[in-house]
Structures are given as structure tokens and as C-alpha cells.
């Protein structure tokens, strides 16, 4: 949103309201305004209010300032699970966008078959995540899976996969990078059929080698599709839930696990939860905010 | 049984928060702030249930409990309505089949101010949860000394909440000692074993002698399943969690509660368990067990019945034996952990249906009935003297097996913020099982967050 429509906006507010056809359209609108407000916007501030008192699940305690936050930072399950999510989100969508990418520019090309290899190549992410995610859980077991048996063969593993948070961790990336990338391959994929031939083949005529098309054409076209997709991605993998606890068997701790604890089975540390989840809501809109500002990216079509 | 974890995905901030405008705040609250405007019609039916307790008057009320795949639920409730036709009604609700969940709604239920419950059936690790927030009716006049007399003493114990009773057991289930009788009797052990040492004495014995994978598996995940095995082995030693004669005070940090966890650990550390135990639930000691690699396994009464099913057991009962779980020292009583379910009754639900509620409470743990339910869908009776009944030792061999270990079981830590506690305990005992902390700094860390537990509850 450029300054020139702020402007305009501003000054139109009175032809706005002044227009009975336009007043009318408003008022048809309020019923879902209030809707929106009362199943979105009231339950976010409720949250936002009660993390700054003392609270349970029953009653409404005493206005404490910070020490929910405080107390936030002091537990080591949330810690555990701040680090956990931090490793996940950074390391998998890493390779998801270059995995990703790299099978979007493969099968951008044309060749027999490429309608039955993009169907094929989303099986993973049709997959209900917890169902791919108990169905890894049996391959890493100690009885019947056959990647613990694998690894143990070859001497890479001494320990149990599923009781070791950092193996554990270790394949919830992988778990997750097999089960996504599918998906940030489409969404780039998208991207790259926008791009016109033409432009590749002035750059040919011109003498510009394959990185240079690559770096000085692809990419920087690419942009506005790349940020998209990861964003998505790193707003999905910061919120990350049903993969870890399915797979783990809820040993692995994330940032959401740690509210659904909270909230959900203590009957105490509800306050601290709630905290956690108003600490997930921001950082994620500043992780939204960071993409859109910091990196450029378009939110709408309007430029 | 208990599992407690397997939550939907609860995709967006945006569905944690609403949860919170439901349980946060309190649900009227909401719903009279929703009712104000035109879309609040639309949200009341959403938001469900929302006003005070009873089904109505007339003798009519709410039954609720888990899914039965064996039918007798409904069978029993068919029965009742029968006998008690144009004085009392019993409507069955099913509840969902994971207790964590069935746990959570219910106690949304009556944090929104009573619902619609008027019997509950519930897990024995309810009752002090719902009697500390006066929840649930004391029913200690009703359900009287000498009635209590005729029950197994483990159930009643965990009915019971500072000095009153709050609940009637239903069936039970206790933690047991599954054993490869044939594998002990061609290596000379004609008995099972009596301490945990004899146990890891066979168990080596026999893996060597007859190349058996496993010699001991049991529950040892960070779950509910595994905080019974945990404090099954502190019982065994002599230690407990929480002072069984004051709830307030901790004392697992004990030499007995060590020497019980050091027990478990060293089953890892000898080699006797896998070193994933610390991954296993029901699921996995079972399977191990019934491939035959396990010379022993702890595990609930129901893995009996499958041990004489052929399509799932490599197994046959002619190979397998039941004994009381071992203790740490010879001659200590033999503790196991206890599991079923109780029946309790809503607080908020006016005093006829109550009354009717009750009538259903003496109809269903009756001797008949306890015998109909235990012949027909091998629930165990938590009634002393059917323990003694021929009929059903002859259907549940099990009982036969074991009559002392079911009837010695120990509930679980009695207390009113017991999911805080189980939580803390979970993640202790497999840790220290694991290897990751020593069992004095798992004992020493629970030590200082129970405490914790018992003081923030207090305060709130």
C-alpha cells in the first residue's frame, strides 16, 4: 500500500459515508464485521489480556504484569520446545526450498509423462500428516522398522531412534522435507510457468550462459513466487503440532505442543500456556511482517 | 488403556485462541456476549451445551462413558430401564474413547456450570480432580462403611478424597506379571520370580540358554502408562509419591522411591530391557511379548485373552503364566498399579436425579451385574467376593492367575492437580530410564516440582 491511496482514502471518507447506496453496503457488511470480531478479534485480545493476569481454567485471578512471560522463560519444556521449533523451521524449510526448487526447474520442461510425474510427485503431501507421520514412527522402531535396523547395521546409530531427542528431532526434519517439498515445488513450479519464454531466449541471443539466465532471469522472477511459498511454509513449520506428537509419541516438544499441554491437560499452568500461545501469534506476525517489509514481498496485485 | 495424547491438529493461533474465548473465560460469559447480537443464535448452537445441570426431573438422567465394543454397556443400561421402567430412565452418552479426551470434556462440561452429565463413568485417576473443585457429589453417606467393605480396597482408595468418598468402582485393572512358564521350567526356575533381582537372575539365564531377544519389556514411555510403571516400582520398594496420610507432602525424593527407580533403570543397564523401553507403551510390550522374544512383560489383564487368540500370538497359554508384580526386597508386599473405572455423580444435578443416578450405582455394582459384565465382556468385578466365584475364574483365567495382585493393586498419587503431577512424572521417569538424569536427580527434580504443583494449586 503505497501513500498516493492512503490519501485518497482519507479524503474519500466522507463521500464514503455521505453516499446512502455506499452507507447501505456497509451496513449489509456489518453482520460478518461482527462476526469477524467476535469469533476472531475478541478471543485474540481475551488471550492477550489473560496472559498478563493470573489465571486458570476456572477463574480470573490478579493482574500480574509480565510473570507469566517470565515464567514463560523460565521453563525448560518451553525452551526445549523454542529450540526445537527454531532447528525444525530453519533446517526444513531450507531443504524443502532447494529440494523444492530444484524438482520445480526439472519438471518445468517438457517432456512425455510430465502430467503423470507432477501428480505422482505429490503423493507425500496428500498424506495426512499424522498418518505419514505413525507410518515413519514404525519404520524408526526398535522391533519392526526397518530404518533402525538399517542404521544400527550399518554402525551409523547405536541408540533407539525414538528415544533420542536429537535423532528424534534429526527425523522430524527429514519426515517433514520428504512429506512438504512436494508442495513448495508446486508453488514454485507455479512461478516459473509466469515467466515468458521470450525472455530466456532474448537472453540466449544475447550470449548469456545457463547460471546467467539462471541468476539474472529465473531467480529474480522468480521472487514474488519464492517468498510465497516460504513463507507459507515457515509459518506452517513454526506452528508445527500434529507431526511431532504422532510421530514421537509426544516426547519431541515444539512451541504448540507446549500450549496444548497448557491449556488443554494442565490444570495450572494454563496461564503460562495461554502466554506461549500469544508468544506464538506475534512472533509469527513479525515473522509474516519480517517477509513482507524486509524481503519485498507483494501482498496484493495492485502495482 | 490411558492414552492420554492424540490431539486433532490444532492448526492456527487463531484456533488456540478461540478455544480460550470457549474455556478461558467462562462460558456463559461468552455466550452472553455472543447472545447480544444477531449471530448469537448461530453461536449458541455451536458453543453447545452452555446452561446448568440435569437431564429434567422425572427420574430421567445422563449416563455417560467411553465406547463398548463388547455391548454390555448398552445391555446393562437396556437392563436397568427395564427394572426400574416408569420410575427411573437411564440415556446412555458416548464419550470418546481416549480418556485424556473424555477427561477434558467432561471438565469443560462443568466449568461452563454443570452440563449435562448426571453419571459419570470415569477413570480412577478422576475423582480427587473433580471432588477438589466440588464438581462431583460426596457420596460417603450414600455409599457407607460397610458397603465399601464388600469392594476391593485400591478402587475405593482412589475414590477417596480428604477423608470422604466421592465415587463407587465399577471394574478394575491392575499391572501384572506375564511369564514364559515353559522357558523358567526347562531352565530349572519351577516359580516366578519374587524380587526383581530373581527376575533379572532368570531373565539372563533364559536369554542365554535359549537365545530369547528380550528378557523383561514393559510400559516405559512419557505417558500415563508410563508414570503406573514408574510409581509401580517405587511402591515395590517401599516408597511412595505423596504422603498417603497427607496429600500435601511429597516424598518421593526417598531413599525407597530411589532405590525403585534405580531398580528400573538397571533393567536397561543390565541388558535385561532393550533400551528402548524407554519408547514402549501397550502396544509394543505386547507385541514383543506375543512374538515370543520376551521372557517377561508387565502389562494390563486384557493381553491373557490375546495370548489364547492364535491370529495375533505366536504364543499359547499353555506357555505363559501370571504372577503378582516382583518386589525390590523378599517378603515386601507386592504393589501393582492400578487401573479402571468409577462412578460419580454431578453435583450440580438436581437431587431427584442424583437419587436416580445413585439407584443405578447400586443396580450396576451388584453382584449379578458385576458377574454379567465380567462373563460377558471380561471387565474385572471390583467386588471382593466374586473373586471367589467359579463361573468367572473359569471365563477370565486370569483372576485365577493372580487374585492377589489384583486385589493388592495401589492407585496412583491421590490428588486434586493430579494432571499437573502426571505430567512432571511422566517426563521424570523417562528420563531417568533413559539414562538421561540419575534416579536420585529424577527423584530430587520431582521432589521440587510437585511441590511446586501442590503450592500453585493452593495459591490459584
Known amino acids: 500500500m503505497t501513500t498516493p491511496v492512503k490519501q485518497k482514502k482519507r479524503s474519500g471518507l466522507k463521500e464514503e459515508f455521505g453516499n446512502p447506496e455506499r452507507r447501505t453496503a456497509y451496513y449489509m457488511i456489518l453482520p460478518a464485521l461482527f462476526i469477524i470480531l ?33 515464567l514463560m522463560f523460565q521453563n525448560t519444556e518451553f525452551l526445549d520446545g523454542l529450540r526445537n521449533t527454531l532447528i525444525f523451521t530453519v533446517i526444513s524449510v531450507f531443504f524443502e526450498f532447494i529440494i523444492g526448487l530444484a524438482i520445480a526447474l526439472a ?19 496428500a498424506f495426512p500428516t499424522v498418518i505419514s507421520a505413525v507410518m515413519w514412527r514404525l519404520m524408526f522402531q526398535d522391533q519392526v522398522g526397518i530404518i533402525q535396523y538399517a542404521a544400527t547395521s550399518l554402525g551409523v546409530i547405536s541408540d533407539p531412534i525414538l528415544s533420542n531427542q536429537t535423532l528424534l528431532l534429526i527425523g522430524a526434519i527429514l519426515v517433514d522435507t520428504w512429506k512438504t517439498t512436494p508442495f513448495m515445488a508446486l508453488l514454485i513450479l507455479a512461478g516459473l510457468q509466469t515467466i515468458p519464454g521470450e525472455v530466456y531466449e532474448a537472453a540466449r541471443v544475447d550470449g548469456a550462459s545457463v547460471w546467467q539466465r539462471f541468476f539474472r532471469i529465473t531467480l529474480p522472477l522468480l521472487k514474488p513466487a519464492i517468498l510465497v511459498a516460504v513463507l507459507f511454509r515457515t509459518l506452517d513449520a513454526y506452528r508445527i503440532y500434529d507431526l ?24 495450572l499452568n494454563f496461564a503460562v500456556g495461554n502466554a506461549a500461545s500469544v508468544f506464538i501469534f506475534i512472533t509469527a506476525f513479525a515473522i509474516a511482517i519480517f517477509f513482507i517489509k524486509v524481503l519485498g514481498m507483494q501482498t496484493s496485485t495492485e502495482e | ?27 456463559r460469559d461468552f455466550l452472553k456476549l455472543a447472545g447480544a447480537g444477531a449471530a448469537g443464535a448461530a453461536l449458541l448452537g455451536v ?36 427394572e426400574y421402567e416408569g420410575q427411573y430412565t437411564a440415556s446412555l452418552r458416548e464419550m470418546p474413547a481416549d480418556t485424556g479426551q473424555y477427561f477434558d470434556q467432561v471438565r469443560t462440561e462443568f466449568q461452563a456450570g454443570g452440563g449435562d452429565i448426571d453419571l459419570i463413568g470415569g477413570d480412577v485417576i478422576w475423582p480427587a480432580q473433580f471432588a477438589a473443585n466440588g464438581y462431583i457429589l460426596d457420596l460417603s453417606d450414600r455409599f457407607t462403611e460397610e458397603d465399601r467393605q464388600a469392594f476391593l480396597p485400591g478402587p475405593v482408595e482412589s475414590n477417596t478424597y480428604e477423608g470422604k468418598v466421592f465415587g463407587v468402582p465399577w471394574f478394575t485393572d491392575a499391572g501384572l506379571l506375564y511369564y514364559r512358564q515353559d522357558l523358567l521350567e526347562e531352565n530349572g526356575f519351577s516359580k516366578p520370580p519374587r524380587t526383581w533381582d530373581e527376575l533379572k537372575e532368570m531373565a539372563r539365564t533364559v536369554q542365554q540358554s535359549s537365545g530369547t531377544q528380550y528378557g523383561f519389556v514393559f510400559q516405559g514411555a512419557d505417558y500415563e502408562g508410563g508414570v503406573v510403571n514408574g510409581v509401580e516400582y517405587i511402591y515395590s520398594a517401599g516408597g511412595e509419591v505423596l504422603d498417603s496420610n497427607s496429600p500435601d507432602t511429597v516424598v518421593v525424593d526417598s531413599p525407597e522411591a530411589i532405590e525403585g ?10 541388558g535385561i530391557a532393550p533400551q528402548s523401553v524407554a519408547t514402549y507403551k501397550e502396544q509394543e510390550t505386547q507385541t514383543a511379548f506375543l512374538n515370543g522374544d520376551a521372557v517377561f512383560a508387565r502389562n494390563w489383564p486384557y493381553l491373557y485373552a490375546l495370548v489364547a487368540d492364535p491370529e495375533q500370538s505366536q504364543i499359547t497359554p499353555e506357555q505363559v503364566s501370571v504372577a503378582p508384580l516382583p518386589t525390590a526386597n523378599e517378603g515386601d508386599q507386592s504393589a501393582s498399579g492400578l487401573g479402571g473405572w468409577n462412578f460419580m455423580i454431578n453435583a450440580a444435578s438436581d437431587p431427584e436425579t442424583q437419587e436416580a443416578a445413585y ?41 485365577a492367575l493372580a487374585p492377589e495382585a489384583l486385589r493388592n493393586s495401589k492407585p496412583r498419587p491421590v490428588s486434586p492437580f493430579y494432571s499437573d503431577m502426571s505430567l512432571e ?21 520431582l521432589q521440587g516440582s510437585l511441590e511446586g504443583i501442590i503450592q500453585q494449586g493452593q495459591a490459584v
Open chain 2, 47 to 82: 458453543a453447545g451445551c452452555g446452561g446448568g445441570g440435569g437431564g429434567g426431573g422425572g427420574g430421567e438422567f445422563t449416563f455417560s462413558f467411553g465406547p463398548d465394543p463388547s455391548g454390555t454397556l448398552q445391555e446393562l443400561v437396556d437392563r436397568f430401564n427395564t
Open chain 1, 244 to 267: 511431532f506428537w504422532a510421530m514421537s509419541n509426544r516426547e519431541l516438544e515444539s512451541l504448540s505442543t507446549f500450549v496444548y499441554k497448557g491449556v488443554r491437560i494442565s490444570q
Open chain 1, 107 to 125: 519438471i518445468n520442461r517438457a517432456f512425455r509423462g510430465r502430467g503423470l510425474v507432477r501428480a505422482a510427485i505429490l503423493v507425500p503431501w
Open chain 1, 38 to 70: 467476535v469469533v476472531a478479534f475478541y478471543p485474540i485480545t481475551y488471550s492477550l489480556y489473560l496472559s498478563f493476569h493470573q489465571a486458570n481454567i476456572n477463574a480470573v485471578g490478579n493482574f500480574v504484569g509480565l510473570q507469566n512471560y517470565i
Open chain 2, 425 to 445: 512424572m511422566g517426563e521424570q521417569f523417562n528420563a531417568s530410564l533413559n539414562g538421561e538424569v540419575s534416579p536420585e536427580e529424577a527423584a530430587r527434580t
Open chain 2, 261 to 270: 527407580l534405580t531398580i528400573q533403570r538397571s533393567m536397561v543397564e543390565d
Open chain 2, 359 to 399: 439407584e443405578f450405582i447400586r443396580f450396576a455394582t451388584s453382584e449379578e451385574q458385576q458377574r454379567f459384565r465380567a462373563l460377558e465382556g471380561s471387565f474385572l468385578p471390583a467386588l471382593q467376593s466374586l473373586y471367589e466365584d467359579q463361573e468367572i475364574l473359569d471365563a477370565i483365567p486370569v483372576i
Open chain 2, 1 to 27: 488403556m490411558v492414552e492420554r495424547i492424540e490431539g486433532p491438529k490444532e492448526s492456527a493461533v487463531l484456533s488456540e485462541a478461540l478455544a480460550f474465548a470457549g474455556r478461558g473465560m467462562n462460558r
